[in-house]
Every structure is written in C-alpha cells, then in structure tokens.
C-alpha cells in the first residue's frame, strides 16, 4: 500500500467539499479523480499531500510523494535546465535522472530557454520532468494536462504507465478523460 | 538541499540588480538627511548615528514583498512541504539568506553613509559592530513580516506596522551604544538580537504554515 485515505473530509472556507471519502492505492494503480468544476478534487490532492488538513478521518502515505498542481514552481527566470536543476539538487537526484526525464517529456530543445518565455503546456511539462525526476513512488497529478497538446498528451500517459509498471502509483485530478489504460474511476461530483 | 535553497534566495536576491536597492534606499536616507537638517557638521555627527539606524530598519524591510511571497504563488512553498522540509528549516534558511544578501550590503554602505553624516572613525566602528550584531534580528523580522503578511492583498504596508514594536528595543540599544554614557547598550543589543533572531524561524515558520491553510 502507498496511499490510504481513511473516511476523509475537507472543509473550505464553511462549505463541506466531501466527507466519508475512502480510497487507497497499491503499486501499480492509478485512481482517476473526475467531477466538475469545484467538486473538491484539487482538494482531495491537496489532503492527500498532506498540504491540507483534513477536517476527519486519516490520511496515509508510506511513501515519497510528488506533486503537481496549478503553480509549476519554476523560477521563471532561469532558463528551464537549470530551474528543474534546483528540484533535482533538493531531491538529490543527479542530472543524468533530469536528462532522461526531459527525454521522456520531450523538453530537450527547449532546455536553455527561460522559464517566463515557455506556454502553459511546455511548463506542464516541465512540471512533469520534475515529477519524473523527483523518483517519488507515490505521484499526485492535479489536472496535470492542462494546455498540453495530442503529442505531450501522449507523453504523460507514457510516462504514468512506466511509473506503474516499475511500481508507483498515481493519483490523478482531470475533468477529461487522458486515455490512461487500466484506470479506477470515481466520479467526485456524485459524492455532493 | 539545504544548500540548494539557500542559494536560490541569495541569488534571487541580488540577482537583476536587486541587490543595489536596500542599499541605495539607505544611501539615499544618508544623502538626504543633511539637506534636511542644515550641513552643520556637530549636529549632523550627533544625529546622524541614529539615523543611521532607523535607515538600517527601513532597508531590511524594503524588500519584504520578495521574500515569501513570490514562492508561495510560484508553488515552491508547497513543494518543498510536500517533500517534508520544515516550515521552521524553510524560514530559518530565508533568514540566514537575507541577513547575509542584505546584510553584507549594508555593512559597506555604512562606510560612505556614515561620511555624509559626518561620523567620525570611532562612531563609525560603533556603527558596525552594532549593525553587524543587530543584522541577523533585522533579516529575521523582515522574513517574519514576510510571512505575515504573503496571504494578504497590499500587505507590505502593514508589514512594517507589524515588526515596529519588536525593532524598538534594537534602535535604543544600537543608537544607545553611540552614547559614551551608555556603555551595557552593546549587551542589551546583542541579548535582544539573539532573543529575535531565535524567536525568528518558529515564528516565521508557523506564518508559513498558515499560508496553507
């Protein structure tokens, strides 16, 4: 087991998002997050990561975990290479790990280039090298496609099914289906 | 990892030129002052020291909306809490980086500042070993506001509200020691440095917690 959540609620502001919420992930699975706009989903990662505390129930990881949500947390004024270079440093992981996950995103000619001048899709992606990198078992993807076009599409699902081919798993937060093989669903607007 | 970040808040701090700003600011005070208050050396030498200070105040806390804020809406924040890095390790690292960005700065400005205020040679080494005593509780109070204040709109106005009362006690004790007759002010100084500086990191650390919330 690498994640457990155990009859979990978040609260915002003074609405109850969900509550009574249970799920958990082994090696290998990978659980889709589905719903509409303001179902709680961005909030259930964010209770999963532990960056929210959960107004009930337990929250499990036994494991590292990496993340992505909206905010890429690349400065943006270094050149791509060397702001994934910096998450590489405080994951200690070494740049030959960087230079594979870039191949795998497809990110290489654009390593020099600054962060500011990427698109939203080329900063999703780089947010996926660092993901990648990062080396973390347990993988929280916040709508992680977002802006990301047929081809870098492509790319994510590649780089989710080797995670869970070398034993990762993954939790995923989109409202459109990414064509992940072998996906869990649960469908967070029919718990409201 | 540590070293990582602490590198990455040195170099956003000096890079593009931001370096010259808390220190241009505190010239600027320098400079301005005898226009203000008449080129009359005796009475610049007198007052100049205290301005010294409260110029040393207003320079750390010139660049508090760039400490904490920007890694929060850049997500680093959150990156790094999921990677399991105290928010007190975080903050104590953003004070080490600033006392030393902005500190080491200051320290040289001193030199020419404390020449337009006419401050001879035995005022002006008071000068910096107080500065240099009191620098790691000013970086600590600027990263506190910091952190107070990241989560509010327009929040460096009262960011320097926030951490006046606490930078009293370091312009009586740092203006103190240019008294003759206020021979402890150096003690008391460095007692309520310490006192702030080790305050610092938990406060500033909790702050942090609370922005994600």
């Known amino acids: 087991m690498l994640l457990r959540l155990d009859r979990v609620a978040c609260i915002r502001g003074d609405r109850l998002l969900f509550e009574d919420l249970s799920l958990s992930l082994a090696p290998g699975e990978a659980l889709w997050l589905r719903g509409p706009n303001g179902a709680g989903k961005s909030s259930l990662i964010r209770v999963a990561a532990g960056l929210l505390r959960a107004a009930a129930g337990t929250v499990e990881r036994f494991g590292r975990v990496a993340l992505i949500d909206e905010a890429a947390a690349l400065d943006a004024e270094l050149p791509l290479r060397r702001a994934l270079d910096f998450w590489a440093r405080v994951d200690t992981v070494d740049g030959h790990t960087v230079d594979r996950a870039m191949a795998a995103m497809g990110l290489h000619p654009l390593a020099e280039v600054p962060v500011t001048m990427l698109s939203t899709g080329q900063r999703k992606r780089a947010a996926m090298v660092r993901v990648i990198a990062s080396g973390a078992p347990i993988w929280l993807l916040d709508e992680p496609a977002n802006g990301m076009d047929d081809a870098a599409q492509a790319r994510l699902v590649a780089a989710v099914t080797t995670h869970r081919a070398n034993g990762g798993a993954v939790l995923l937060a989109s409202h459109f289906a990414l064509g992940v093989p072998d996906l869990v669903e649960r469908d967070m607007g029919a718990l409201a | ?213």
Do not use: C, Y
């Open chain 2, 1 to 213: 990892m540590l070293i990582a970040l602490f590198w990455r808040d040195l170099r956003r701090a000096w890079g593009s030129g931001a370096l010259w700003l808390p220190v241009l600011f505190f010239l600027l005070v320098a400079t301005a002052f005898p226009f203000a208050v008449g080129p009359d050396a005796p009475v610049l030498a007198r007052t100049g020291g205290g301005m010294v200070w409260v110029a040393a105040l207003l320079a750390a806390l010139l660049p508090i909306d760039r400490l904490v804020r920007p890694d929060r809406d850049a997500g680093v924040l959150d990156q790094l809490a999921v990677r399991g890095v105290a928010d007190e390790v975080i903050a104590a690292v953003k004070i080490l980086a600033h006392a030393i960005g902005f500190g080491l700065p200051l320290l040289i400005a001193l030199f020419p500042a404390a020449a337009l205020l006419a401050q001879d040679a035995g005022r002006v080494e008071t000068l910096a070993t107080g500065l240099a005593i009191a620098i790691p509780a000013l970086a600590s109070l600027a990263v506190l506001s910091a952190a107070l204040t990241a989560g509010l709109k327009g929040g460096n106005a009262i960011g320097g509200l926030l951490v006046l009362p606490l930078a009293v006690p370091l312009l009586i004790f740092g203006a103190g020691m240019l008294d003759p007759s206020g021979r402890g002010a150096v003690k008391l100084l460095a007692a309520v440095s310490l006192l702030l500086t080790a305050i610092g990191p938990f406060a500033a650390g909790a702050a942090l917690r609370g922005l994600r919330e």
